[in-house]
């Protein structure tokens, strides 16, 4: 079993940053990937960003590519998504999520499984 606990959510103006963080504690040997998803009320569920354990490729959704970044510090076994430039759209609840999964983009949710219990971010105008 993986536990994901994440932080950092809270209301901002527009233009301001936020970081979330993802901190993962179990079995976290058996995943090799991150993402983080949101998802407003509403609507469906959004791959946001991802990135593989260790290092390597970040993929991200055109939504916030140049405003995102996804990073991680493998010591903490924390994946961070630092959010610059938030706009209303970003509002959102915030999840991460891990599993074991290769190819493509990984910013679709049925490859992870297991999710953290999210963090709301709340963006005005």
Same mark, same amino acid.
């Given at each position: 079993? !993986?536990?994901? =606990?994440?932080? #950092? @959510? &809270?209301?901002?103006?527009?233009? *301001? /940053?936020?970081?979330?963080?993802?901190?993962? +504690?179990?079995?976290?040997?058996?995943?090799?990937?991150?993402?983080?998803?949101?998802?407003?009320?509403?609507?469906?569920?959004?791959? !946001?960003?991802? =990135?593989?354990? #260790? @290092? &390597?490729?970040?993929?991200?959704? *055109? /939504?916030?590519?140049?405003?995102?970044?996804? +990073?991680?510090?493998?010591?903490?076994?924390?994946?961070?998504?630092?959010?610059?430039?938030?706009?209303?759209?970003?509002?959102?609840?915030?999840?991460?999520?891990?599993?074991?999964?290769?190819?493509?983009?990984?910013?679709?949710?049925?490859?992870?499984?297991?999710?953290?219990?999210?963090?709301?971010?709340?963006?005005?105008?």
């Amino acid at each position: 079993q !993986v536990q994901l =606990v994440e932080s #950092g @959510g &809270g209301s901002v103006q527009a233009g *301001d /940053s936020l970081r979330l963080s993802c901190a993962a +504690s179990g079995s976290t040997y058996s995943t090799n990937r991150v993402a983080w998803f949101r998802q407003a009320p509403g609507k469906e569920r959004e791959g !946001v960003a991802s =990135v593989y354990r #260790g @290092g &390597g490729a970040t993929f991200y959704a *055109d /939504s916030v590519k140049g405003r995102f970044t996804i +990073s991680q510090d493998k010591v903490k076994d924390t994946v961070y998504l630092q959010m610059n430039s938030l706009k209303p759209e970003d509002t959102a609840m915030y999840y991460c999520a891990t599993g074991s999964t290769y190819g493509g983009d990984g910013l679709a949710g049925q490859v992870y499984n297991y999710w953290g219990q999210g963090t709301q971010v709340t963006v005005s105008s």
